[in-house]
Nanobody, 124 residues
Framework: QVQLVESGGGSVQAGGSLRLSCAAS????????MGWFRQAPGKEQDIVAA????????YYADSVKGRFTISRDNAKNTMYLQMNGLKPEDTAVYYC?????????????????WGQGTQVTVSS
């Protein structure tokens, strides 16, 4: 069965960096668009970034543009989210997700598989 496992979360001070990883198994990884979503307490789950199967297409939410970088290594079946310049408002549980095809990559209901999430906490 398909498994997505996130790692790399933790607690950092504002301005710090973290690198999240999402290890995938049970699917043809390069055929799937991958996305990072996050959910803060009391808020909806929102998309953070997405990357196409071969990595040629990327999307970033306005709130993270210029600070976060999404990437993937299809040889390792792993996706990454490099997060720099972290702010307290980035505090959330971060989830990775996989979907077939590219569009519509921002809609969480179009993603087929989800990880269990990893907590990111940014203190001021």
């Amino acid at each position: 069965q398909v498994q997505l496992v996130e790692s790399g979360g933790g607690s950092v001070q504002a301005g710090g960096s973290l690198r999240l990883s999402c290890a995938a198994s049970g699917l043809t990884f390069s055929s799937f668009t991958m996305g990072w979503f996050r959910q803060a307490p009391g808020k909806e789950q929102d998309i953070v970034a997405a990357i196409s199967g071969r990595g040629g297409g990327t999307y970033y939410a306005d709130s993270v543009k210029g600070r976060f970088t999404i990437s993937r290594d299809n040889a390792k079946n792993t996706m990454y989210l490099q997060m720099n310049g972290l702010k307290p408002e980035d505090t959330a549980v971060y989830y990775c997700a996989a979907k077939g095809g590219w569009f519509p990559y921002t809609r969480r209901d179009k993603y087929d598989y989800w990880g269990q999430g990893t907590q990111v906490t940014v203190s001021s």
